[in-house]
């Protein structure tokens, strides 16, 4: 077993073998004040953007300088998710899944395009094996293309659309043989997951994750989805369970992966009356040996679903209500380095309020602090504020395109 000074409990698989993912354009001028002149930038920002929501309207920053280079009109509140080809994000409006061409590493402009994905709901947006995955929760469809069509088909890509049984919040994946995992649910709750082959014939399903929500797909292709009560592992034809700690309710929402890591990061709830959506524990799951513990973080360390991402060297980068990112290393379970990089803040009343986030492309965090109408640059690697920007919008949600 592992050690840490931190507090932990460590699960082993329950039913070890068994065949058996929150919650949840106006052209115009320059939105922003100067940037910050950086000494110097990691190389991994040359070319790339940031795209930023906002109550309206979504910006278009330059990854290096943080300038603004366009400005959209959008609908009052809209979620941003990178379409996994380094330059495309989707934007849920609510006929479906908007293109936002961000014009990462070309000379083109950027454009909020005509290309939708209708979609009934929008929901979730994953990347995998050279595919991107919509989830329309309003019919539990999902609509799975080739990712790299989005730059050439010039418009819609050709796409495959599987339908869904009964709609809930859901989300879907495909792996690289073909094989497509969906969770299963309806109006009243969701409860498990269901895997079929490229033919659609069905391979494997559990109804043993109550609340099923999110996805990450870890190294092997070993996918987790997170329950009220633990997780469930999917690999190699097979789901195995793994019990919270906590009964009946120990909530895992969101999977914090690496491809190149079989250890996955994830929230972790277990007051299910508790208010407001701050929290100060995570999950680590080793999807190899199966096994999930909870580790509490230091006193006033805390952050929301926005908050965690994995950066370089498979670490995970915490931005946490202190203001500071917190290095954990999901070894260990242990804080191994911080620094302060906005203001200290509180949890949001809801959870599409603005309040602060992280993204990360390559070695280089993407930080949002809608308190100073600001966004930052950090070095994950020195805890350097590479560049700063303050806005004349306030920073909602961000998506990087790495060029």
Same mark, same amino acid.
């Given at each position: 077993?592992?050690?840490?000074?931190?507090?932990?409990?460590?699960?082993?698989?329950?039913?070890?073998?068994?065949?058996?993912?929150?919650?949840?354009?106006?052209?115009?001028?320059?939105?922003?004040?100067?940037?910050?002149?950086?000494?110097?930038?990691?190389?991994?920002?040359?070319?790339?953007?940031?795209?930023?929501?906002?109550?309206?309207?979504?910006?278009?920053?330059?990854?290096?300088?943080?300038?603004?280079?366009?400005?959209?009109?959008?609908?009052?509140?809209?979620?941003?998710?990178?379409?996994?080809?380094?330059?495309?994000?989707?934007?849920?409006?609510?006929?479906?899944?908007?293109?936002?061409?961000?014009?990462?590493?070309?000379?083109?402009?950027?454009?909020?395009?005509?290309?939708?994905?209708?979609?009934?709901?929008?929901?979730?947006?994953?990347?995998?094996?050279?595919?991107?995955?919509?989830?329309?929760?309003?019919?539990?469809?999902?609509?799975?293309?080739?990712?790299?069509?989005?730059?050439?088909?010039?418009?819609?890509?050709?796409?495959?659309?599987?339908?869904?049984?009964?709609?809930?919040?859901?989300?879907?994946?495909?792996?690289?043989?073909?094989?497509?995992?969906?969770?299963?649910?309806?109006?009243?709750?969701?409860?498990?997951?269901? @895997?079929?082959?490229?033919?659609?014939?069905?391979?494997?399903?559990?109804?043993?994750?109550?609340?099923?929500?999110?996805?990450?797909?870890?190294?092997?292709?070993?996918?987790?989805?997170?329950?009220?009560?633990?997780?469930?592992?999917?690999?190699?034809?097979?789901?195995?369970?793994?019990?919270?700690?906590?009964?009946?309710?120990?909530?895992?929402?969101?999977?914090?992966?690496?491809?190149?890591?079989?250890?996955?990061?994830?929230?972790?709830?277990?007051?299910?009356?508790?208010?407001?959506?701050?929290?100060?524990?995570?999950?680590?799951?080793?999807?190899?040996?199966?096994?999930?513990?909870?580790?509490?973080?230091?006193?006033?360390?805390?952050?929301?679903?926005?908050?965690?991402?994995?950066?370089?060297?498979?670490?995970?980068?915490?931005?946490?209500?202190?203001?500071?990112?917190?290095?954990?290393?999901?070894?260990?379970?242990?804080?191994?380095?911080?620094?302060?990089?906005?203001? @200290?803040?509180?949890?949001?009343?809801?959870?599409?309020?603005?309040?602060?986030?992280?993204?990360?492309?390559?070695?280089?965090?993407?930080?949002?602090?809608?308190?100073?109408?600001?966004?930052?640059?950090?070095?994950?690697?020195?805890?350097?504020?590479?560049?700063?920007?303050?806005?004349?919008?306030?920073?909602?949600?961000?998506?990087?395109?790495?060029?």
């Amino acid at each position: 077993m592992r050690t840490s000074p931190l507090r932990r409990a460590l699960i082993s698989a329950a039913a070890i073998g068994a065949v058996v993912t929150l919650a949840s354009c106006a052209a115009g001028g320059d939105s922003t004040g100067p940037a910050s002149t950086p000494d110097s930038i990691a190389s991994d920002t040359a070319g790339a953007r940031v795209a930023i929501s906002y109550e309206g309207g979504i910006l278009v920053l330059d990854g290096e300088t943080l300038d603004t280079v366009a400005d959209f009109d959008s609908e009052p509140f809209t979620r941003l998710n990178p379409a996994g080809d380094d330059r495309h994000v989707m934007v849920t409006m609510s006929e479906g899944f908007q293109v936002l061409d961000t014009a990462a590493g070309t000379s083109d402009e950027p454009e909020l395009t005509d290309t939708v994905f209708e979609a009934d709901t929008p929901g979730h947006v994953v990347r995998h094996a050279d595919k991107t995955v919509l989830y329309a929760d309003g019919t539990s469809d999902t609509t799975i293309f080739d990712t790299a069509d989005l730059a050439s088909a010039g418009g819609l890509p050709e796409v495959e659309t599987i339908r869904g049984v009964e709609a809930h919040h859901g989300v879907s994946v495909v792996l690289e043989d073909g094989t497509f995992l969906t969770t299963v649910g309806n109006a009243d709750g969701r409860n498990g997951i269901v @895997a079929k082959d490229a033919e659609g014939v069905e391979i494997v399903s559990s109804d043993q994750c109550p609340g099923v929500h999110g996805e990450g797909t870890a190294k092997d292709e070993a996918v987790v989805f997170g329950c009220e009560n633990g997780a469930l592992i999917y690999h190699d034809g097979e789901i195995t369970k793994l019990d919270a700690p906590d009964q009946p309710y120990g909530r895992m929402g969101n999977a914090y992966v690496s491809e190149t890591s079989p250890l996955i990061v994830g929230d972790y709830k277990n007051d299910v009356d508790a208010e407001g959506y701050l929290l100060s524990a995570v999950t680590l799951i080793d999807t190899e040996a199966q096994t999930l513990e909870v580790v509490d973080l230091p006193d006033g360390v805390e952050y929301t679903f926005r908050d965690v991402v994995r950066g370089p060297d498979d670490l995970a980068y915490i931005l946490s209500t202190d203001g500071s990112i917190h290095v954990l290393d999901p070894e260990t379970g242990e804080i191994t380095d911080s620094f302060p990089v906005v203001e @200290a803040w509180e949890g949001p009343a809801e959870w599409q309020d603005a309040h602060p986030a992280i993204v990360v492309a390559g070695n280089v965090a993407y930080v949002t602090e809608p308190a100073a109408n600001s966004v930052h640059a950090v070095d994950l690697a020195t805890g350097k504020v590479l560049a700063s920007t303050e806005l004349d919008v306030t920073p909602n949600e961000i998506a990087p395109a790495a060029g």
